[in-house]
């Protein structure tokens, strides 16, 4: 495809092309290789107009590694602050020769709009509550690396489901690929109609934990609550935190992650994100070769065993 808007989008065969594309990736990086020249002559710019820490670093790595000209649109003091539209922004980006976009936006469907707007590939690095489809990716890469599959696994998806665009993609993307995903929350943070995905609606933290391979932990979005979802914050990460407790109850190998940024000691506690279960750090670090994958593929590479070249 020429952008990559949503996992939602995709079938298991694309997903499982860019995680072995990643894997090759990763190889790059982690044996310290001098950059690759894979992407001399792309440009590629970041779009953000919502703050990022980790996916818009790791986009510019993940560029910088491939020899990517990148540029870093600061929203904030650009003409988008004049008024300038959406889509001119866009298309003024283009007119400069752009070949490949990276939007968030807090506005669900704004890469589509962009997509549509611009013969540019686009990139979705989070829109609204809809979809954050890089941070599934990474999340299913991780996944498979520790577990060494995807089918067949129970996996947890505990917080804010109703705000969390992390939580969409990962139900793409785990239901597409065979896992069996159980999301938790109390039921005013749960979406209507997320039974039609293909997963277990559950209140009960401890009981989900039981069978758990994974659990993967949302923040809880307090920017964007717009009414009290449940009495105190110390409430919530009683019930639905997870704390060394509830991990020494759960399966031994039951595998830890958080997409970043937590909330340390409301929906994770400090203990666990440090915690010899978590792979919350390597997360971040596969971040960067899912995103090179990404750029690799959408700029029209195919064979992994040429990114060297
Ligand atoms: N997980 C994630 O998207 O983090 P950032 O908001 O820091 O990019």
């Not at 950059?35 to 560029?63: D, H, M, N, Q, W």
């Not at 932990?217 to 609550?225: F, H, T």
Request: aromatic share 4%; proline share 4%.
């Amino acid at each position: 495809p020429k952008d990559l808007l949503g996992l939602r989008e995709l079938n298991a065969e694309q997903i499982q092309l860019i995680l072995d594309t990643a894997t090759a990736c990763k190889d790059i990086f982690s044996r310290d290789l001098k950059k690759v020249p894979t992407l001399r002559g792309k440009t590629v710019v970041t779009l953000f107009f919502e703050p990022s820490t980790r996916t818009r670093t790791s986009f510019e790595i993940a560029g910088k590694w491939m020899s990517a000209d990148l540029v870093n649109l600061t929203v904030s003091s650009s003409s988008v602050a004049k008024g300038e539209s959406f889509v001119d922004t866009a298309r003024t980006l283009e007119a400069m020769g752009v070949d490949l976009i990276i939007i968030r936006h807090s506005l669900g469907g704004t890469p589509r709009l962009l997509a549509d707007s611009v013969a540019a590939h686009v990139i979705n690095a989070g829109d609204g509550a809809h979809e954050h489809p890089t941070q599934g990716l990474l999340d299913l890469y991780s996944i498979r690396e520790k577990k060494g599959r995807i089918a067949g696994l129970n996996v947890v998806i505990v917080g804010d489901i109703l705000h969390s665009r992390v939580a969409k993609s990962n139900i793409y993307g785990l239901t597409k690929l065979g896992a069996k995903v159980t999301v938790v929350a109390p039921p005013t943070l749960i979406p209507k109609g997320i039974g039609e995905f293909g997963v277990t609606i559950e209140t009960d933290l401890d009981k989900a934990l039981r069978d758990a391979d994974v659990v993967n932990i949302l923040r809880i979005q307090l920017e964007r609550q717009t009414k009290a979802y449940f009495p105190t914050l110390r409430e919530y990460s009683k019930l639905f935190g997870v704390n060394l407790s509830r991990l020494r109850q759960a399966r031994p190998d039951l595998l830890v992650m958080h997409p970043g940024p937590a909330n340390l000691g409301v929906e994770i506690s400090e203990e666990v994100s440090v915690h010899d279960q978590s792979v919350i750090t390597e997360q971040v670090t596969n971040g960067v070769a899912v995103r090179m994958a990404l750029l690799y593929l959408l700029t029209g590479g195919g064979n992994k065993d040429e990114i060297l070249h």
